[in-house]
C-alpha cells in the first residue's frame, strides 16, 4: 500500500492507485481535499482514500499508536489495520520534512520524495542516510533563469532498516487483494475537464 502526505489535489495517488492495493492520502487544504475527492469520483478510482490531516498530525500519532485509526478515514470505510504501508511518497513546501515526518518515512521500504527546494530535501535526506540510501535521483528545472528548482529522489531501505521493520524483502504489494484484477490503466481527469 502507498502512503502519500501533503497530497494536495491527489494526482500522484490517483495516478499511481493502479500500481497499489491501497493509496491513502493526507493533506490540510480543505480546498485541495475537496479537489482530491473530486478527482477520484472523475477518475472512478475505488482504491484512492484522502483525508484533512496534516503530515505533522498524521506522523506523531502514528508514532505513539503504529496502526492508529483516524475517524476522517474510517468514514471512508477505511481501517488503517488493514493497510500495509511500505512506499510513502512525500511532496513536502519547501520547509521539508518535520522531524517526527523523517522518523516516520524512515520506516518505510521506499521513500519517494518530491521536492521544491533542494536545501531541505538535502536535510531531509541527510537525515534519512543511517536508514537509507539514494537509488534514483532526477532535477527539473522548471523555473529557467531563477534558483528554483524541483527535484524528485527515490531513497530504499537498507537491509538492516528492512529487518527492524520486519519486512522481509521489502517489496511493496502491488496486487489487488483477494484475487481481484487491477483496473486497466485510464486518462486521468481533473476538476472542470469534461468526457471526451
Request: with cysteine; glycine share 6%.
Amino acid at each position: 500500500d502507498l502512503l502519500e502526505l501533503y497530497c494536495g489535489n491527489g494526482n500522484f495517488s490517483i495516478a499511481l492507485a493502479d500500481n497499489f492495493r491501497r493509496c491513502v492520502g493526507t493533506e490540510i487544504s480543505k480546498t485541495s481535499v475537496a479537489a482530491a475527492h473530486f478527482n477520484i469520483e472523475a477518475n472512478k478510482t475505488s482504491n484512492v482514500f484522502v483525508a484533512r490531516c496534516s503530515s505533522e498530525e498524521f506522523s506523531k500519532a502514528w508514532l505513539r499508536d503504529y496502526k492508529k485509526d483516524f475517524k476522517r478515514f474510517q468514514q471512508q470505510g477505511l481501517t488503517m489495520a488493514d493497510c500495509d504501508f511500505r512506499t510513502v511518497l512525500v511532496d513536502p513546501p519547501r520547509a521539508g520534512l518535520d522531524d517526527d515526518t523523517v522518523s516516520l518515512v524512515s520506516k518505510f521500504d521506499t521513500i519517494v520524495y518530491i521536492s521544491c527546494n533542494p536545501d531541505t530535501l538535502f536535510a531531509n535526506v541527510e537525515a534519512l542516510a543511517t536508514t537509507h540510501e539514494v537509488k534514483e535521483f532526477a532535477l527539473f528545472d522548471q523555473f529557467p533563469y531563477s534558483h528554483h528548482v524541483e527535484c524528485g529522489v527515490i531513497l530504499k531501505a537498507r537491509e538492516t532498516t528492512k529487518k527492524e521493520n520486519g519486512h522481509g524483502n521489502g517489496t511493496a504489494t502491488a496486487e489487488a487483494s483477494d484475487g481481484d484484477e487491477k483496473p486497466p490503466a485510464k486518462k486521468l481527469k481533473t476538476e472542470g475537464e469534461e468526457d471526451a
